[in-house]
């Protein structure tokens, strides 16, 4: 599943460029990209933010420009200054695809006179779970997802 950034007004790079944040994780660079002009740590950023500020989508579309060969490395800081004096929300479009509905766990079945209505029973070991990653979030990484542990009773 593809996101894409659309990018217009800004020639020679007006199009829509796939970038998959699930599929590759951003790399040590384009963190460094991210750090140097939107002013975003990785611990800082939150779903809330890396997909809501103006300066992070801006960067997200250097990236996608790198990743689909449209710009080296060294082309970053001049697109840059092109790409922030351009009007955001027209000229940057973030299009995240939506995500996949979670199936709803089915409706607990009704109870009778002879069912046990104290609710679930109590765990008897320590089990881990495994949040899903969000769906508008930045990409997850095996250092920053934290599993819940839950603790026997």
Known sequence: MADWITIKDVPPYDGRYPLDLLEQDLTTREWGWIKRYAGYLPVTLDADTFFADPE????????????NNKIDIRDIPAVWERVQDAPFGTTIVWEGEPAAEDDADPPPPSSDASSNTNGPSSRTESETLVLPPSPSGPPPSDTSASPVTVSAR
């Open 56 to 67: 992070v989508i801006a960067v997200l579309a250097l990236v996608a420009l790198r990743r």
